[in-house]
């Protein structure tokens, strides 16, 4: 059984929106952080946003403004919506969650137990 499944994925121009869903289950949805990374051939995988205990957000500098990570605790689902998307957005999104931080630490620097498939997000100019 996979732990968590993406969804929402797809081809939009630059400028245009996605919704990315993250279904998790109620083994796989807590209140640690959780969130969305990205990553492109070549790249390391890089975080983009996270949400951990009752809504505390982090972003990445490049997105902030543009994206926006919230949760449905009542369906154990997590969602980035992606606004004013450019070319450089293009990456496969996974979404990560059960990720344990050291005190002092936000959620980029967390160790995360379970991971999504990854869903592609494709921006052309």
């Known amino acids: 059984q996979v732990p968590l499944v993406e969804s929402g994925g797809g081809s939009v121009q630059a400028g245009g929106s996605l919704r990315l869903s993250c279904a998790a289950s109620?083994?796989?949805?807590?209140?640690?952080?959780m969130g969305w990374f990205r990553q492109t051939p070549g790249k390391e995988r890089e975080g983009v946003a996270f949400?951990?205990?009752?809504?505390?957000?982090n972003y990445l500098e490049s997105v902030k403004g543009r994206f926006t990570i919230s949760q449905d605790n009542a369906k154990n689902t997590l969602y980035l919506q992606m606004n004013d998307l450019k070319p450089e957005d293009t990456a496969m999104y996974y979404c990560?969650?059960?990720?344990?931080?050291?005190?002092?630490?936000?959620?980029?620097?967390?160790?995360?137990?379970?991971w999504g498939q990854g869903t592609q997000v494709t921006v052309s100019s």
């Open positions: 990560a969650t059960d990720g344990i931080r050291r005190a002092g630490d936000n959620c980029f620097k967390a160790d995360f137990g379970y």
């Open positions: 109620e083994y796989t949805y807590n209140k640690q952080c």
């Open positions: 949400v951990v205990g009752d809504g505390i957000t």
